[in-house]
């Protein structure tokens, strides 16, 4: 069974950093492109960031380059996001999402059940 | 990155068939078949419906379809059952940068 557990989250003040992490298992996690969405509360989803299998394809959202780093340890099973100079409009639950492939793919057939960025002073 | 647009709500009785539209430009919905849907219910994480204009996932009920017309996509449900109850976004590639993803605003359906 595919799961996607991510953690990091917490209460940032405005200019700080942080750094989520997704622990992924059920799937061989180094043959799968990953990404990050986030939905800030009440509002629609949002793309926020791509890596592919082998993290030789990395894309960002606008509102966000420059600011987030995305990056995965496959002999963790892991991905990552950091998150640095937050601004209260990153606040938002941040998923961590699955495609289908290792590349050229933009859609995601997993999801995990999020981790809520709260940023406030 | 702007967002497609989709309404902001649909409703349908049991048994009636919805559309909801998604419009995009050329240079995401209209100009690849990498438009995909996912329903989402309140306090949930979005579950796949579509993927590529019109395919299903596995276990994903045949009420769901998807079509792409121009630079608008649309998913339609069949015989709407109550559980469809739920917010509805698509979203697709966007050529505007490596590996980007645009997602629509989201429709809510509700099941009167």
């Known amino acids: 069974e595919v799961q996607l557990v991510e953690s990091g989250g917490g209460l940032v003040q405005p200019g700080r950093s942080l750094r989520l992490s997704c622990a992924a298992s059920g799937f061989t996690f180094d043959d799968y492109a990953m990404h990050w969405v986030r939905q800030a509360p009440g509002k629609g989803l949002e793309w926020v960031s791509g890596?592919?299998?082998?993290?030789?394809?990395?894309g960002y959202a606008d509102s966000v380059k420059g600011r987030f780093t995305i990056s995965r340890d496959n002999a963790k099973n892991s991905l990552y996001l950091q998150m640095n100079s937050l601004r209260a409009e990153d606040t938002a639950l941040y998923y961590c999402?699955?495609?289908?492939?290792?590349?050229?793919?933009?859609?995601?057939?997993?999801w995990g059940q999020g981790t809520l960025v709260t940023v406030s002073s | 990155q702007s967002a497609l647009t989709q309404p902001a709500s649909v409703s349908g009785s049991p048994g009636q068939s919805i559309t909801i539209s998604c419009t995009g430009t050329s240079s995401d919905v209209g100009g690849y078949n990498y438009v995909s849907w996912y329903q989402q219910h309140p306090g949930k994480a979005p579950k796949l419906m579509i993927y590529?204009?019109?395919n299903r996932p596995s276990g994903v009920s045949n009420r769901f379809s998807g079509s792409k017309s121009g630079n608008t996509a649309s998913l339609t449900i069949s015989g709407l059952q109550a559980e469809d109850e739920a917010d509805y976004y698509c979203s697709s590639y966007t050529s505007s940068s490596t590996l980007t993803v645009v997602f629509g605003g989201g429709t809510k359906l509700t099941v009167l």
């Open positions: 590529e204009v019109s």
């Open positions: 890596i592919s299998w082998n993290s030789g394809s990395i």
């Open positions: 999402a699955k495609a289908p492939y290792g590349s050229g793919s933009y859609f995601f057939d997993y």
